[in-house]
């Protein structure tokens, strides 16, 4: 990837944080963008720059505005000349009991998890088909398999991962398309699951233990480097707990 430029999108903090590291290390420039997490975005950039200069930058921007997504993609553009990789990792997460969800919750959820990963990668595609490039969405193991109290989210995920296989089929042969779907790795800050439902779940996975950020970064990197010969396709990073939900 040395030379390559690669846009991932919530790249401030958590998984997105760890993928951007992971294919910096790889000799590859990284756009980091963000939407509220300025003070990380800008500390990861100048971690990442201290490493190799000039060699990562930052974007603000939100993604549900659909008239910024081409500038998130000529801005990159502009900064290193090119565009190889796109990693659509920004996402919402929180639960929508059934009889209870609204307008609001349709468009934050259905907003990030599908409908900017949509748009903003058909505002790459020129560049991503020019460099035969690679795009990896973050979708869920919950796309497949449902996780009850969150119906909207889990549905915009599955539409992600429904958006991954169509659009290996648009792109191809020259840009290859998969995801990487993420099973109990970060627990959300916002303490949706309690001590005794962490405890379940982990205990409900093959491996008996919570996966790191770093898992998914390095399935990532093995998309987008290694796995030349793969699209279409979604690898779960899960410890198979997915194997027998």
């Known amino acids: 990837?040395?030379?390559?430029?690669?846009?991932?999108?919530?790249?401030?903090?958590?998984?997105?944080?760890?993928?951007?590291?992971?294919?910096h290390a790889t000799g590859a420039n990284i756009m980091v963008h963000y939407r509220q997490?300025?003070?990380?975005?800008?500390a990861l950039i100048a971690e990442l720059n201290a490493l190799r200069p000039f060699s990562a930058a930052c974007l603000q921007a939100d993604l549900q505005d659909l008239e910024?997504?081409?500038w998130l993609v000529s801005c990159t553009v502009d900064r290193f000349g090119r565009l190889d990789a796109l990693v659509n990792n920004a996402s919402s997460f929180f639960?929508?009991?059934?009889?209870?969800?609204?307008?609001?919750?349709?468009?934050?959820?259905?907003?990030?998890?599908?409908?900017?990963?949509?748009?903003?990668?058909?505002?790459?595609?020129?560049?991503?088909?020019?460099?035969?490039?690679?795009?990896?969405?973050?979708?869920?193991?919950?796309?497949?398999?449902?996780?009850a109290g969150y119906p909207l989210y889990c549905a915009a995920k599955a539409g992600l991962l429904g958006l991954t296989r169509a659009l290996a089929i648009e792109l191809g042969p020259r840009v290859r398309v998969n995801a990487v779907a993420p099973g109990p790795i970060l627990w959300p800050e916002?303490?949706?699951?309690?001590?005794?439902?962490?405890?379940?779940?982990?205990?409900?996975?093959?491996?008996?233990r919570a996966g790191c950020r770093q898992d998914i970064a390095r399935a990532v990197h093995y998309l987008l480097e290694d796995a030349t010969y793969v699209?279409?396709?979604?690898?779960?990073?899960?410890?198979?707990?997915?194997?027998?939900l």
């Open 1 to 23: 990837m040395s030379g390559k430029t690669i846009l991932v999108t919530g790249a401030a903090r958590r998984v997105g944080r760890a993928i951007a590291r992971e294919m």
């Open 37 to 42: 997490a300025s003070a990380a975005a800008e």
């Open 68 to 70: 910024v997504l081409p």
């Open 95 to 147: 639960p929508t009991p059934f009889g209870s969800i609204d307008q609001a919750a349709w468009d934050d959820l259905v907003g990030s998890n599908l409908k900017a990963p949509l748009f903003l990668t058909q505002a790459a595609a020129p560049h991503l088909l020019a460099a035969r490039g690679a795009v990896v969405n973050i979708t869920d193991i919950h796309a497949e398999r449902p996780l």
């Open 190 to 208: 916002e303490g949706f699951f309690d001590s005794t439902t962490r405890a379940a779940i982990v205990a409900h996975t093959l491996l008996e």
């Open 231 to 244: 699209t279409g396709q979604v690898i779960n990073v899960d410890g198979g707990r997915s194997a027998h």
